[in-house]
Protein backbone atom coordinates (compact mmCIF):
# COMPACT_ATOMS: atom_id res chain seq x y z
CA UNK A 1 0.00 0.00 0.00
CA UNK A 2 1.80 3.70 -1.04
CA UNK A 3 1.63 5.69 1.37
CA UNK A 4 -1.20 8.50 -0.25
CA UNK A 5 -3.47 6.01 -0.16
CA UNK A 6 -2.81 5.23 4.08
CA UNK A 7 -3.19 8.96 4.15
CA UNK A 8 -5.89 8.66 2.59
CA UNK A 9 -7.42 5.81 4.80
CA UNK A 10 -6.69 7.48 8.12
CA UNK A 11 -8.34 11.16 6.27
CA UNK A 12 -11.29 9.07 5.92
CA UNK A 13 -11.46 7.46 9.31
CA UNK A 14 -10.49 10.98 10.86
CA UNK A 15 -13.90 12.36 8.99
CA UNK A 16 -16.08 9.18 9.48
CA UNK A 17 -15.71 9.57 13.36
CA UNK A 18 -16.54 13.21 13.36
CA UNK A 19 -19.62 12.70 13.95
CA UNK A 20 -19.62 10.93 16.93
CA UNK A 21 -17.92 14.12 18.45
CA UNK A 22 -21.02 15.81 19.25
CA UNK A 23 -22.50 12.60 20.56
CA UNK A 24 -20.02 12.19 23.18
CA UNK A 25 -20.39 15.89 24.06
CA UNK A 26 -23.84 15.72 24.51
CA UNK A 27 -23.75 12.54 25.97
CA UNK A 28 -20.89 11.85 27.11
CA UNK A 29 -21.26 15.13 28.50
CA UNK A 30 -24.37 15.13 30.55
CA UNK A 31 -24.02 12.07 31.89
CA UNK A 32 -20.57 12.78 33.24
CA UNK A 33 -22.40 15.54 34.82
CA UNK A 34 -25.31 13.90 36.06
CA UNK A 35 -23.02 10.71 37.57
CA UNK A 36 -21.14 13.83 39.12
CA UNK A 37 -24.14 15.37 41.06
CA UNK A 38 -25.54 11.85 42.10
CA UNK A 39 -22.32 11.47 44.40
CA UNK A 40 -22.34 15.03 45.73
CA UNK A 41 -19.56 15.69 43.39
CA UNK A 42 -21.63 18.68 41.64
CA UNK A 43 -23.85 20.61 44.22
CA UNK A 44 -25.80 23.63 42.96
CA UNK A 45 -24.40 25.85 45.41
CA UNK A 46 -21.28 25.36 47.93
CA UNK A 47 -18.43 23.05 48.00
CA UNK A 48 -18.54 19.24 46.28
CA UNK A 49 -19.36 16.75 49.12
CA UNK A 50 -18.44 13.38 48.15
CA UNK A 51 -21.15 10.56 49.06
CA UNK A 52 -23.90 8.56 48.76
CA UNK A 53 -26.15 10.72 50.32
CA UNK A 54 -28.56 10.84 47.36
CA UNK A 55 -28.35 7.07 46.75
CA UNK A 56 -29.25 6.08 50.54
CA UNK A 57 -32.20 8.88 49.71
CA UNK A 58 -33.81 7.43 47.15
CA UNK A 59 -32.61 3.60 47.57
CA UNK A 60 -36.07 2.89 48.76
CA UNK A 61 -37.97 3.93 45.78
CA UNK A 62 -35.61 2.35 43.05
CA UNK A 63 -36.66 -0.85 43.35
CA UNK A 64 -40.20 -0.27 42.92
CA UNK A 65 -39.19 2.53 39.99
CA UNK A 66 -37.29 -0.16 38.45
CA UNK A 67 -40.27 -2.52 38.29
CA UNK A 68 -42.82 -0.43 37.38
CA UNK A 69 -40.34 1.15 34.44
CA UNK A 70 -40.25 -2.34 32.85
CA UNK A 71 -43.34 -3.30 33.53
CA UNK A 72 -44.57 -0.27 31.20
CA UNK A 73 -41.65 -0.29 28.85
CA UNK A 74 -41.56 -4.05 28.14
CA UNK A 75 -45.50 -4.18 27.99
CA UNK A 76 -44.85 -1.39 25.28
CA UNK A 77 -42.54 -2.91 23.12
CA UNK A 78 -44.47 -6.41 23.00
CA UNK A 79 -47.54 -4.41 21.81
CA UNK A 80 -45.76 -2.77 19.63
CA UNK A 81 -43.51 -5.15 18.02
CA UNK A 82 -46.95 -7.21 17.43
CA UNK A 83 -49.70 -4.52 16.24
CA UNK A 84 -46.57 -2.64 14.17
CA UNK A 85 -45.95 -5.82 12.21
CA UNK A 86 -49.70 -6.62 11.32
CA UNK A 87 -49.62 -3.03 10.66
CA UNK A 88 -46.70 -3.49 7.89
CA UNK A 89 -48.31 -6.61 6.26
CA UNK A 90 -51.63 -4.24 6.25
CA UNK A 91 -49.10 -1.31 3.75
CA UNK A 92 -47.20 -4.74 2.13
CA UNK A 93 -50.88 -5.04 0.42
CA UNK A 94 -50.89 -1.58 -0.37
CA UNK A 95 -53.22 0.72 1.66
CA UNK A 96 -52.90 4.61 1.09
CA UNK A 97 -55.07 5.61 3.41
CA UNK A 98 -53.21 3.43 6.40
CA UNK A 99 -50.03 4.69 5.16
CA UNK A 100 -51.38 8.52 5.66
CA UNK A 101 -53.30 7.05 9.23
CA UNK A 102 -49.44 6.01 9.84
CA UNK A 103 -47.81 8.85 8.80
CA UNK A 104 -50.34 10.66 10.71
CA UNK A 105 -50.03 9.11 13.92
CA UNK A 106 -45.57 9.46 13.60
CA UNK A 107 -46.35 12.99 13.21
CA UNK A 108 -48.84 13.28 16.81
CA UNK A 109 -46.65 14.63 19.69
CA UNK A 110 -46.39 12.40 22.74
CA UNK A 111 -48.25 14.41 24.84
CA UNK A 112 -50.90 14.95 22.30
CA UNK A 113 -51.44 11.57 21.93
CA UNK A 114 -51.52 10.69 25.61
CA UNK A 115 -54.06 13.69 26.48
CA UNK A 116 -56.35 11.98 23.88
CA UNK A 117 -56.01 8.12 25.28
CA UNK A 118 -56.64 9.86 28.46
CA UNK A 119 -60.05 11.55 27.34
CA UNK A 120 -60.62 8.37 26.25
CA UNK A 121 -59.83 5.84 29.22
CA UNK A 122 -59.96 8.04 32.14
CA UNK A 123 -62.59 7.83 34.83
CA UNK A 124 -65.65 10.16 32.89
CA UNK A 125 -63.74 9.90 29.83
CA UNK A 126 -65.50 9.18 26.48
CA UNK A 127 -65.26 5.33 26.80
CA UNK A 128 -67.35 5.64 30.32
CA UNK A 129 -69.62 7.60 28.70
CA UNK A 130 -70.26 5.70 25.74
CA UNK A 131 -70.37 2.75 27.69
CA UNK A 132 -72.50 4.23 30.64
CA UNK A 133 -70.60 3.29 32.97
CA UNK A 134 -71.83 5.17 36.41
CA UNK A 135 -69.51 6.81 38.46
CA UNK A 136 -66.76 4.66 40.49
CA UNK A 137 -67.89 1.73 38.42
CA UNK A 138 -64.90 2.56 35.26
CA UNK A 139 -61.86 0.26 35.59
CA UNK A 140 -58.90 1.81 36.52
CA UNK A 141 -57.12 2.13 33.46
CA UNK A 142 -55.21 5.21 34.09
CA UNK A 143 -53.38 5.80 37.25
CA UNK A 144 -54.60 2.32 37.80
CA UNK A 145 -52.18 -0.82 39.66
CA UNK A 146 -51.32 -1.38 36.33
CA UNK A 147 -50.05 1.14 34.01
CA UNK A 148 -52.86 -0.32 30.70
CA UNK A 149 -53.23 3.62 29.68
CA UNK A 150 -49.49 3.87 29.48
CA UNK A 151 -48.66 0.86 28.13
CA UNK A 152 -51.54 1.35 25.14
CA UNK A 153 -50.65 5.28 24.33
CA UNK A 154 -46.59 3.60 24.07
CA UNK A 155 -47.64 1.39 21.81
CA UNK A 156 -50.16 2.91 19.51
CA UNK A 157 -47.57 5.73 18.66
CA UNK A 158 -44.51 3.23 18.65
CA UNK A 159 -46.80 0.77 16.70
CA UNK A 160 -46.38 3.46 13.19
CA UNK A 161 -42.38 3.71 13.78
CA UNK A 162 -42.14 -0.17 13.79
CA UNK A 163 -44.61 -0.57 11.11
CA UNK A 164 -42.67 1.89 9.10
CA UNK A 165 -39.21 0.41 9.56
CA UNK A 166 -40.50 -3.17 8.84
CA UNK A 167 -41.86 -2.08 5.37
CA UNK A 168 -38.64 -0.76 4.51
CA UNK A 169 -36.59 -3.83 5.29
CA UNK A 170 -39.09 -6.40 4.08
CA UNK A 171 -41.25 -4.39 0.71
CA UNK A 172 -37.93 -4.89 -1.82
CA UNK A 173 -38.23 -7.99 -3.21
CA UNK A 174 -41.31 -9.20 -1.16
CA UNK A 175 -43.73 -10.44 -3.39
CA UNK A 176 -40.76 -12.39 -5.79
CA UNK A 177 -39.66 -14.12 -2.47
CA UNK A 178 -43.04 -15.10 -1.78
CA UNK A 179 -44.41 -16.07 -5.58
CA UNK A 180 -41.05 -18.14 -5.00
CA UNK A 181 -41.87 -19.70 -1.99
CA UNK A 182 -45.79 -20.63 -3.67
CA UNK A 183 -43.91 -22.13 -6.69
CA UNK A 184 -41.76 -24.36 -4.55
CA UNK A 185 -44.87 -25.67 -2.55
CA UNK A 186 -45.13 -22.92 0.60
CA UNK A 187 -48.71 -23.07 1.71
CA UNK A 188 -49.62 -19.94 3.13
CA UNK A 189 -48.87 -20.23 6.88
CA UNK A 190 -45.15 -21.50 5.60
CA UNK A 191 -44.98 -18.59 3.64
CA UNK A 192 -45.38 -15.89 6.54
CA UNK A 193 -43.29 -18.15 8.75
CA UNK A 194 -40.46 -19.62 6.66
CA UNK A 195 -40.10 -16.30 4.04
CA UNK A 196 -42.28 -12.98 5.99
CA UNK A 197 -40.76 -13.54 9.50
CA UNK A 198 -37.17 -14.16 8.97
CA UNK A 199 -37.25 -11.23 6.31
CA UNK A 200 -38.74 -8.98 9.43
CA UNK A 201 -36.82 -10.30 12.11
CA UNK A 202 -33.67 -8.05 12.30
CA UNK A 203 -36.09 -5.03 11.34
CA UNK A 204 -38.45 -5.85 14.56
CA UNK A 205 -35.30 -6.47 16.47
CA UNK A 206 -34.20 -3.49 16.18
CA UNK A 207 -37.48 -1.09 16.56
CA UNK A 208 -37.57 -3.20 19.49
CA UNK A 209 -34.42 -2.14 21.40
CA UNK A 210 -35.13 0.61 20.13
CA UNK A 211 -38.89 1.28 21.40
CA UNK A 212 -37.40 -0.15 24.95
CA UNK A 213 -34.77 2.29 25.49
CA UNK A 214 -37.42 5.01 24.58
CA UNK A 215 -40.14 3.64 26.82
CA UNK A 216 -37.57 3.51 29.63
CA UNK A 217 -36.86 7.15 29.36
CA UNK A 218 -40.34 8.33 28.02
CA UNK A 219 -41.24 11.24 31.02
CA UNK A 220 -44.37 12.63 29.99
CA UNK A 221 -47.23 9.31 28.88
CA UNK A 222 -46.14 8.00 32.21
CA UNK A 223 -46.43 11.36 34.36
CA UNK A 224 -49.74 11.80 32.96
CA UNK A 225 -51.51 8.58 32.45
CA UNK A 226 -49.48 6.31 35.36
CA UNK A 227 -50.02 6.15 38.90
CA UNK A 228 -48.49 8.43 41.20
CA UNK A 229 -46.60 5.52 43.66
CA UNK A 230 -44.37 3.91 42.38
CA UNK A 231 -43.34 6.40 39.51
CA UNK A 232 -41.34 5.07 36.98
CA UNK A 233 -37.33 6.53 37.16
CA UNK A 234 -38.17 9.30 34.74
CA UNK A 235 -40.92 10.62 36.53
CA UNK A 236 -39.32 9.88 40.46
CA UNK A 237 -36.15 11.77 38.80
CA UNK A 238 -37.81 15.06 37.32
CA UNK A 239 -39.83 15.03 40.21
CA UNK A 240 -36.67 15.22 42.65
CA UNK A 241 -35.13 17.45 40.27
CA UNK A 242 -37.92 20.02 40.28
CA UNK A 243 -38.01 19.76 44.36
CA UNK A 244 -38.01 23.07 46.14
CA UNK A 245 -35.30 21.02 47.84
CA UNK A 246 -32.11 21.71 46.65
CA UNK A 247 -30.76 18.40 48.49
CA UNK A 248 -32.65 16.44 46.30
CA UNK A 249 -30.46 16.86 43.46
CA UNK A 250 -28.34 14.15 44.14
CA UNK A 251 -31.30 11.81 44.36
CA UNK A 252 -32.55 13.06 41.36
CA UNK A 253 -29.47 12.00 39.40
CA UNK A 254 -29.40 9.05 41.41
CA UNK A 255 -32.30 8.29 39.79
CA UNK A 256 -31.69 9.11 36.11
CA UNK A 257 -28.19 7.20 36.20
CA UNK A 258 -30.26 4.03 37.25
CA UNK A 259 -32.96 4.53 34.58
CA UNK A 260 -29.68 4.95 31.99
CA UNK A 261 -27.58 2.07 33.02
CA UNK A 262 -31.05 0.20 32.94
CA UNK A 263 -31.30 1.19 29.35
CA UNK A 264 -27.56 1.25 28.49
CA UNK A 265 -27.37 -2.77 30.20
CA UNK A 266 -30.31 -4.07 27.82
CA UNK A 267 -28.95 -2.21 24.93
CA UNK A 268 -25.59 -4.25 25.36
CA UNK A 269 -27.43 -7.68 26.09
CA UNK A 270 -29.48 -7.20 23.35
CA UNK A 271 -26.47 -6.03 20.81
CA UNK A 272 -24.83 -9.17 22.33
CA UNK A 273 -27.42 -11.45 21.33
CA UNK A 274 -28.14 -10.21 18.31
CA UNK A 275 -24.90 -10.63 16.94
CA UNK A 276 -24.45 -14.17 18.79
CA UNK A 277 -27.87 -15.12 16.72
CA UNK A 278 -26.45 -13.37 13.43
CA UNK A 279 -23.23 -15.58 13.83
CA UNK A 280 -25.03 -18.58 14.36
CA UNK A 281 -27.77 -18.16 11.55
CA UNK A 282 -24.82 -17.43 8.72
CA UNK A 283 -22.43 -20.39 10.30
CA UNK A 284 -22.23 -23.35 7.56
CA UNK A 285 -24.06 -26.24 8.86
CA UNK B 1 -58.50 -12.27 -5.71
CA UNK B 2 -61.28 -14.71 -3.92
CA UNK B 3 -64.25 -13.27 -1.75
CA UNK B 4 -62.63 -14.16 1.57
CA UNK B 5 -59.59 -13.29 0.66
CA UNK B 6 -61.14 -9.72 -0.23
CA UNK B 7 -62.86 -9.69 2.99
CA UNK B 8 -60.10 -10.29 5.41
CA UNK B 9 -58.06 -7.12 3.61
CA UNK B 10 -60.86 -5.30 4.11
CA UNK B 11 -61.27 -6.31 7.56
CA UNK B 12 -57.72 -5.81 8.48
CA UNK B 13 -57.76 -2.31 6.47
CA UNK B 14 -60.93 -1.36 9.21
CA UNK B 15 -59.06 -2.80 11.87
CA UNK B 16 -55.63 -0.82 11.26
CA UNK B 17 -57.20 2.59 10.61
CA UNK B 18 -59.63 2.12 14.04
CA UNK B 19 -55.94 1.13 15.72
CA UNK B 20 -54.66 4.41 13.96
CA UNK B 21 -56.97 6.75 13.94
CA UNK B 22 -59.61 5.96 17.42
CA UNK B 23 -57.16 7.41 20.05
CA UNK B 24 -57.34 10.54 18.48
CA UNK B 25 -61.05 11.32 17.91
CA UNK B 26 -61.65 12.50 22.13
CA UNK B 27 -58.86 15.25 21.67
CA UNK B 28 -60.32 15.88 18.16
CA UNK B 29 -63.98 16.29 19.26
CA UNK B 30 -62.80 18.62 22.14
CA UNK B 31 -60.70 20.69 19.92
CA UNK B 32 -64.08 21.81 18.04
CA UNK B 33 -66.72 21.68 21.47
CA UNK B 34 -68.16 24.34 23.25
CA UNK B 35 -69.71 22.40 25.48
CA UNK B 36 -69.71 18.82 26.43
CA UNK B 37 -70.41 18.18 30.30
CA UNK B 38 -71.70 15.70 32.49
CA UNK B 39 -71.91 12.53 31.10
CA UNK B 40 -73.12 13.23 27.61
CA UNK B 41 -72.18 10.32 24.82
CA UNK B 42 -71.60 13.96 22.44
CA UNK B 43 -70.58 17.55 22.93
CA UNK B 44 -73.60 19.35 23.72
CA UNK B 45 -72.25 22.47 21.96
CA UNK B 46 -69.92 23.07 18.87
CA UNK B 47 -67.40 26.12 18.62
CA UNK B 48 -64.43 26.84 18.28
CA UNK B 49 -64.24 28.90 21.62
CA UNK B 50 -61.30 26.52 22.67
CA UNK B 51 -59.19 27.57 19.21
CA UNK B 52 -60.12 31.93 20.71
CA UNK B 53 -58.99 30.82 23.65
CA UNK B 54 -55.75 29.15 22.83
CA UNK B 55 -55.26 32.02 20.23
CA UNK B 56 -55.64 34.64 23.28
CA UNK B 57 -52.61 32.22 24.80
CA UNK B 58 -50.44 32.69 22.43
CA UNK B 59 -51.31 29.27 20.03
CA UNK B 60 -49.97 31.45 16.86
CA UNK B 61 -46.05 32.53 18.14
CA UNK B 62 -45.80 28.89 20.20
CA UNK B 63 -46.66 27.46 16.78
CA UNK B 64 -43.88 29.30 15.04
CA UNK B 65 -41.63 28.55 17.38
CA UNK B 66 -42.43 24.66 17.59
CA UNK B 67 -42.08 24.81 13.48
CA UNK B 68 -38.15 26.59 14.05
CA UNK B 69 -37.15 24.70 16.71
CA UNK B 70 -38.36 21.20 14.55
CA UNK B 71 -36.34 22.73 11.26
CA UNK B 72 -33.44 23.23 13.08
CA UNK B 73 -33.19 19.48 14.73
CA UNK B 74 -33.53 18.44 11.54
CA UNK B 75 -31.19 20.14 9.71
CA UNK B 76 -28.82 19.01 12.61
CA UNK B 77 -29.49 15.70 12.98
CA UNK B 78 -30.95 14.33 9.45
CA UNK B 79 -26.87 14.55 8.07
CA UNK B 80 -25.36 13.82 11.62
CA UNK B 81 -27.95 10.65 11.73
CA UNK B 82 -26.60 10.02 8.50
CA UNK B 83 -23.33 10.23 8.66
CA UNK B 84 -23.03 7.73 12.08
CA UNK B 85 -25.31 5.42 10.16
CA UNK B 86 -22.31 5.22 7.43
CA UNK B 87 -19.79 4.90 9.90
CA UNK B 88 -22.22 1.87 11.86
CA UNK B 89 -23.21 0.59 9.32
CA UNK B 90 -20.24 0.09 6.98
CA UNK B 91 -17.34 0.85 8.79
CA UNK B 92 -17.77 -1.06 12.33
CA UNK B 93 -20.28 -3.89 10.46
CA UNK B 94 -18.69 -3.96 7.35
CA UNK B 95 -22.09 -3.81 5.63
CA UNK B 96 -25.17 -2.88 6.06
CA UNK B 97 -27.78 -3.92 8.76
CA UNK B 98 -30.09 -3.17 11.30
CA UNK B 99 -29.28 -5.43 14.38
CA UNK B 100 -28.29 -9.18 13.69
Not at chain 1, 75 to 98: C, D, K, R, W, Y
Not at chain 1, 189 to 209: D, H, K, M, Y
Not at chain 2, 17 to 43: D, N, Q, T
Request: proline share 7%; glycine share 12%.
Amino acid sequence: MTLGRQEGRQAGTVADLLPVVPVAVVAGGGMAAVVATSWGLMPLYGEPTPGADGWRQVATDLGPAVRETLVLSVGATVLALGVGLALALVLLAGSPLVRAATLAVLAVPHLVGATSVLLWLGDGGWGARLTGAGPGTWPELVAGPWPVATVLALAWKESAFVALVVLAAVAPGHRERMETAATLGARPLQRWTRVLVPSAAPALAATGLVVLVYSIGSYEVAWLLGRTSPEPLPVLSFRLFGSIELVDRPAAAAAAVTGSALALGLTLVAVAAGARVGRTLGAPS
Amino acid sequence: MSATAMAVRRSATGLALLWLLAPLLPVVLWAVSSRWSGRARLPQELGLDGWTAALDAGLAPALVRSVLLSLAVAAVATPLGAWAGRLLGWRIAGRPRLLA
